[in-house]
């Protein structure tokens, strides 16, 4: 095992595209000379149903195949999977929750774990024209956690999605990005 | 070249750069990123194929069959379902020996249906005769098929193989790979020269009757054959190190195995998750090793006996189960260890996608050096 070995999870709804998140933030990390492993929690695939997507990263090779039980950060992309799911589970001390909700806070995390609030929902509506908000809160990850660069986060996007539809995602991502580094979500 | 992207991806790309002449395949669940990925290629142009869109899994590989027997080199990829309904036509490739190479992206066979993860599929055709190599992960599952083709197409071997990767926790995973060059893997897999083809200028039968009289012999030249891809794997797996930088010389593999009082036995994608906890039960103070079943078939029985003979206790993980008897890996582990006085223990786990940590490897690990063993492990009591 390496000198470190952090762990992402992501829950959202079917549809809102948490595999491709956690693949992309993967990609942009692997971009940052880190060893990457993204992979989905294999439910039952529709639209609406509870999804979870995970990602780990490592200075050294990732061996273990095991699900995130205990992650430093979590995204929640909807937050009436809230009232539900426990997402905050196994939560370790110092980790990050980025939460897509309109509300600036009321959400009680574990001892030592910050939340981040951030309605990226809006800024997809805004900039994508569509309710899907994965990449708004991918840029939201690079800048609360430093995991990813926001250039290699550019690139992923770029390599995924072609023309506009890059364009407008990169634009989400980076007013996600910006909004969280200025303090102002 | 160092990338990332999807194991059904890295795979597919594996299987262009061996040039695979005929691909057939049935698109539909069950079926994996790994045939759409090739189908895309054909059209783009990147691989030059013949793609057989068929409508089942047994014309895939009947289609297979055929174009081996012409002289082609061929793949097709499946799973759970598709490989069961492929099962008849498993036995005349390999009866035939027709080198065909075949991913298995192993998942649970229904009832009740699950898409999940374990590794009952490609057991249930461990006597059909097909070579079996299993992958700990994405590079081992992109470089296996390269060294697959060149073991199968040896003409003293002429086998079929699968190549076989964890469903989803593999198929699924996004992790980094050392992509070969089109040039190194033309370097080490040449063009395939069939030992004899179907020609109507010189017309021959592949799979004819044969009787009482001859039955029997062909069943052992069969047998022998497979015992001899021992030797190849070797051989063409430490060329492979040689080429790649990565050795498959070994039909097994060991990790921490010298000093260990206890061995885990394990195949697949959760080699991985063994051996960050040999890790930490090594910090324990725990004597505990893995010794890593590459190649199931040929099954590794001497290599397994003379790698343990230092080893006290054996637990074996079998993602199957032989209904009515024990965990496939298990019952052959015994018979290799037959005479020793190493005690095996058999814990069938992780059926149908249920998730192992690294918490559960220890306490499987607590429970065979306590001598409790031959159990499904994990099993939810409230249900039954």
């Given amino acids: 095992m390496g000198f470190f070995l952090r762990e992402l999870r992501i829950h959202g709804r079917g549809g809102q595209g948490s595999v491709t998140a956690a693949e992309l933030i993967a990609v942009a990390a692997f971009q940052g000379g880190v060893f990457a492993q993204a992979f989905p929690a294999f439910g039952v695939e529709r639209r609406g149903a509870p999804v979870q997507a995970f990602v780990r990263f490592s200075d050294e090779k990732i061996r273990l195949r095991s699900q995130v039980y205990e992650p430093d950060y979590i995204i929640v992309q909807d937050s009436t999977l809230i009232a539900d799911i426990n997402v905050f589970a196994g939560m370790k001390a110092g980790g990050v929750a980025i939460i897509n909700t309109e509300k600036t806070g009321g959400y009680s995390a574990p001892d030592g774990v910050s939340i981040i609030t951030i309605d990226a929902t809006i800024i997809a509506l805004e900039e994508i024209g569509l309710p899907i908000t994965n990449t708004a809160l991918m840029g939201a990850f690079a800048a609360a956690t430093g995991e990813i660069e926001f250039s290699a986060l550019e690139d992923a996007l770029r390599g995924r999605f072609e023309g506009k539809l890059a364009d407008t995602n990169i634009k989400a991502s980076q007013r996600a990005y910006e909004m969280i580094k200025g303090g102002s979500a | ?384």
Wanted: hydrophobic share 40%.
């Fill in chain 2, 1 to 384: 070249m160092k990338e990332i992207l999807e194991g059904s991806h890295a795979v597919a790309e594996a299987t262009r750069l061996c040039r695979p002449e005929v691909i057939a395949a049935y698109p539909i669940t069950p079926q994996t990123h790994i045939v759409e990925a090739l189908a895309q290629m054909v059209a783009d142009c990147r691989l030059q194929s013949e793609y057989i869109c068929v409508e089942s899994e047994f014309s895939a590989l009947s289609a297979c069959l055929g174009a081996s027997a012409a002289g082609s080199r061929t793949y097709s990829a499946t799973t759970s379902q598709g490989l069961a309904l492929m099962f008849e036509v498993c036995f005349n490739v390999a009866g035939m020996r027709l080198p065909i190479v075949m991913t298995i992206a192993n998942r649970a066979m229904s009832a009740p249906l699950s898409i999940w993860n374990d590794q009952q599929d490609s057991i249930a055709l461990r006597d059909s005769g097909w070579i079996q190599l299993y992958a700990e992960d994405n590079q081992e599952a992109l470089d296996l098929h390269i060294l697959a083709y060149r073991v199968c197409e040896d003409h003293d071997i002429l086998l079929p193989a699968f190549v076989c990767f964890d469903g989803f926790i593999l198929t699924h995973t996004y992790e980094p790979v050392d992509m070969p060059s089109q040039e190194e893997v033309d370097a080490y897999l040449p063009a395939f020269n069939p030992y004899q083809k179907l020609d109507a200028k010189d017309p021959i039968s592949f799979g004819m009757y044969a009787t009482p009289d001859y039955y029997l012999e062909f069943r052992y030249e069969n047998q022998r054959a497979m015992l001899r891809t021992k030797e190849a794997i070797r051989k063409y797996g430490a060329l492979f190190g040689e080429q790649f930088g990565r050795d498959y010389s070994g039909l097994i593999e060991g990790y921490k195995l010298e000093d260990a009082e206890t061995a885990i036995i394990a195949m697949g994608s959760i080699c991985g998750t063994v051996k960050d906890a040999i890790d930490e039960m090594r910090a324990d103070g725990k004597k505990v090793g893995l010794l890593k079943i590459r190649c199931y078939r040929p099954f590794p029985d001497e290599e397994i006996a003379s790698a343990l003979s230092h080893i006290k206790t054996v637990a074996v993980l079998d993602k199957n189960v032989s209904l009515g008897s024990k965990g496939a890996v298990a019952l052959e582990v015994k018979d290799a260890l037959y005479g020793s006085s190493i005690d095996v223990y058999d814990y069938i786990l992780g059926l149908g996608g249920r998730d192992i940590r690294k918490k559960d490897i220890k306490a499987i690990v607590d429970l065979a050096e306590k001598g409790s063993g031959d159990m499904f492990y994990g099993l939810r009591e409230e249900l039954l």
